[in-house]
């Protein structure tokens, strides 16, 4: 058997009980001015109160009727972080849960107003079914979520909320027979996969549902692709991941815990493989330095200074007489064809760009004083 569980919005959140497989032959109706029509006891409401006693009816879940809600699951309604879960139970059950479910209402600042919804398979043919169901949602999680959405709708001659049980056992029915995808629970752990939502990372998912790492087989983003470890799929099963294609380090088993997550910092999913790729990128060159470029720095360098030298051999270019002085004591004092000649030579020889570089600079520190007059 299937049971179906959901944390919806209806006057307020309530943990419900919304059916089960057995019972997915007509809808599920959330009546809540049913008591009240009882308890006012009015004539002209027999018949109403009459035919919503006889529609099938979502149950509260509380403490003293639990309506078989699994307690190890009570995490997946009460905190999120988390998109889907699914996990293996204590009991053995196989539990699959869908958080932040967008609904048809609207608060009244006009925002959707989610919900959870919980899959609990007791028996090994229905865990099959989730199975199926669980792999199929990485594969569409979009058409999926459009279907829960679906479910839930008002309905206006009963004033309630109607949940449509067997539109949704019809598609798991159906996504048995196409996908025919299970888990290996041989080598499955605790959790086959927990799928991360857009806002929060691994370490956050696993500290709101009280899970420890090693309790995972793998993560997996909103979009469905695997970010670390591995989908448990049985052997003779046509492997889901390959269309996921999951990064090479991420197949690579996690051999201590503490060191993968500071070199891959889950919490950061979509940054991750960005970060791998940069790391494997080869160290570029600084750009403009080379042999080829130094070279024509010394050119244009000896290009300067015989211009400047003209300017000074030109002394009728300056009326200012202290500008000529100035001129001629620098040309006296630094012979810089001299100091070019020089520099040509050394790079020749010994072809060090470092003291090339050094060199170069002080002669256009120098010429930089020169035009600076």
């Known amino acids: 058997m299937i ?18 497989s057995d019972t997915a032959a007509s809808p599920s109706y959330f009546l ?25 009816q979502v ?29 293996t139970l204590q009991d053995g059950s196989s539990c699959l849960s869908m958080h932040d479910i967008p609904s048809n209402e609207t608060d009244e600042e006009g925002r959707d107003i989610p919900f959870t919804l919980m899959l609990v398979a007791d028996s090994e043919e229905d865990s099959a079914k989730l199975d199926c169901m669980a792999t199929a949602l990485l594969k569409d999680m979009i058409a999926w979520q459009q279907l829960f ?16 049980l067997p539109k949704i056992m019809a598609r798991i029915n159906d996504t048995k027979q196409e996908s025919n995808c299970y888990i290996d629970r041989t080598q499955s752990k605790n959790v086959a996969y927990l799928m991360l939502n857009e806002n929060n990372g ?19 983003d909103a979009n469905g692709n695997i970010i670390e470890g591995r ?15 999951p990064m090479a380090k991420e197949e690579k088993p996690l051999a201590k815990e503490e060191k993968q997550e500071e070199e891959f910092p889950v919490d950061k999913v979509k940054e991750a493989p960005a970060k791998e790729k940069s790391s494997k990128q080869p160290e570029d060159k600084p750009k403009g330095i080379n042999d080829n470029s130094i070279l024509e720095c010394l ?18 270019t300056f009326d200012n007489p202290e500008i000529v002085s100035l001129i001629n004591e ?32 002080t002669i256009i520190a120098i010429l930089q004083i020169i035009n600076m007059l």
């Open 3 to 20: 049971r179906l569980y959901a944390y919806y919005s209806c006057g307020g959140y309530k943990d419900m009980y919304l059916g089960s």
């Open 59 to 87: 149950c509260i879940v509380t403490s003293s009727e639990s309506y078989g809600f699994p307690v190890d699951a009570a995490n997946m309604f009460s905190h999120g972080a988390y998109k889907t879960v699914y996990r």
């Open 149 to 164: 959405t679906s479910l839930f709708a008002y309905d206006p001659t009963v004033n309630g909320i109607k949940f449509d």
């Open 299 to 316: 050119k244009e360098i000896r290009k300067q200074l015989d211009e400047l030298k003209n300017i000074v051999v030109d002394k009728g």
């Open 330 to 361: 620098i040309n006296n004092r630094i012979d810089l064809s001299s100091v070019i000649e020089q520099l040509e030579k050394q790079y020749n020889k010994q072809k060090s760009m470092a003291i090339c570089l050094i060199v170069i600079t």
């Open 231 to 245: 989908l448990p799929l049985a052997e003779n099963v046509k492997p889901l991941v390959e269309e996921q294609k």
């Open 202 to 220: 691994v370490k956050i998912a696993l500290k709101e549902q009280n899970l420890k790492r090693e309790e995972v087989s793998c993560f997996v």
């Open 32 to 56: 809540p001015l049913l008591p009240v029509m009882k308890k006012r006891g009015r004539t002209d409401e027999v018949e109403k109160i009459k035919y919503q006693e006889s529609l099938q």
